[in-house]
């Protein structure tokens, strides 16, 4: 006896108000279900799905295959390609990589590449929810100004290239930070030749900690300098 239930249209809204459009198939043959969705989604909120996750609202194309509807067993594993969409505060004008998604955290699969105007992420590790967060990140960083207001440096612009890695408690992480650059302004200095590390406890929150910086051949305040 076949135990798949095939969709071959999936078409409305769920979880409230995303708006899907694709098709699936579910697997009863085992122990726990096993279930495929290809669709694309518009307005999708993971803490509609996962309660206590990340409110976000997400649009674009998924492949998803997932495990078990009992909500402590689920893991899903997620193909996306996601454009102009917000997570947990943070827009995002594209989003393409793996990740999976259990009851209790994400691992974002390497390379999962997010884009911002000009600039573009490469990152991967593990959020847990509610404990700890382990995420290593590459950045282009090609416009700076983006980053106005946004970042523990207030007025940065310029370009660089940084890695970054952020641990500790997921709602309020540590930064560990390199950066380079050929051209950056930052408090009214300007460098073409500038390194900088930082570890930055809490950085979200009290931005207390260690930067060190160097720069080469640039100016201060309209000032030449040399070191």
């Not at 492949?63 to 827009?91: C, P, W």
């Not at 999976?100 to 590790?125: K, L």
């Not at 590459?138 to 100004?145: D, H, K, R, T």
Request: aromatic share 14%; with cysteine.
């Amino acid at each position: 006896m076949d135990k798949h239930l095939y969709l071959d249209s999936i078409y409305g809204t769920i979880l409230d108000k995303c708006a899907i459009d694709g098709k699936g198939e579910i697997d009863f043959s085992g122990e726990t279900e096993k279930y495929e969705l290809r669709a694309a989604l518009t307005g999708f909120n993971l803490n509609g799905l996962i309660k206590n996750s990340f409110e976000s609202e997400l649009n674009g194309d998924i492949y998803m295959r997932g495990n078990s509807f009992r909500t402590k067993q689920m893991v899903l594993e997620v193909d996306a390609a996601f454009y102009e969409s917000i997570f947990h505060d943070y827009h995002l004008h594209s989003a393409i990589g793996s990740m999976q998604i259990t009851t209790d955290s994400i691992v974002f699969y390497d390379p999962f590449i997010i884009e911002y105007f000009e600039n573009m992420f490469s990152f991967h590790g593990k959020i847990e929810y509610k404990d700890k967060i382990n995420i290593e990140i590459a950045a282009q960083l090609n416009n700076l100004e983006r980053y106005q207001g946004k970042l523990f440096i207030d007025k940065p612009a310029g370009r660089g290239y940084a890695e970054a890695k952020l641990s500790g408690k997921t709602s309020e992480p540590d930064l560990d930070f390199h950066f380079e650059s050929d051209s950056v302004w930052i408090y009214g200095l300007f460098s073409n030749n500038f390194t900088a590390e930082a570890d930055i406890d809490k950085f979200l929150t009290r931005k207390l900690g260690l930067v060190t910086i160097n720069m080469l051949n640039g100016s201060a305040w309209d000032i030449p300098v040399d070191s």
